[in-house]
């Protein structure tokens, strides 16, 4: 099984900034994508961003030159540091995973529980 860890959700003003960490562990044997997703209320959820261990990285239109993503392979963590946040940003993020625990596996996408990001005055 692989854990994922979130942390660094919270409270912010207009315009203020966070950033969010992911430590994954576990049964392990290569990461092929580390991303969050997040989910407001009442929508459905969708990719915000994420990196592959090549460091090809996607954001989505609605967050692109305000969030930045980056991974470190060896101690298998992502961060996603969010500036110049919006109220529309406000949602519970889920740092993802994919990964396979041995050689003969094939990747599965794994779900950390989310952390709540409130974007208000």
Not at 27 to 39: E, L, P
Not at 78 to 89: A, S
Not at 102 to 116: A, E, P, R
Request: overall charge neutral; proline content about 2%; glycine content about 10%.
């Amino acid at each position: 099984q692989v854990q994922l860890v979130e942390s660094g959700g919270g409270l912010v003003q207009p315009g203020g900034s966070l950033k969010l960490s992911c430590s994954a562990s576990g049964r392990i044997f290569s990461i092929h994508t580390m991303g969050w997703y997040r989910q407001a209320p009442g929508k459905q959820r969708e990719l915000v961003a994420n990196i592959t261990t090549d460091e090809t990285i996607y954001y989505a239109e609605s967050v692109k030159g305000r969030f930045t993503i980056a991974g470190d392979n060896l101690e298998n963590t992502v961060t996603l540091l969010m500036n110049n946040l919006k109220p529309e940003d406000t949602a519970v993020y889920y740092c993802t995973v994919r990964a396979r625990a041995t050689y003969f596996d094939v990747d599965i996408l794994h779900w950390g529980k989310g952390t709540l990001v409130t974007v208000s005055s």
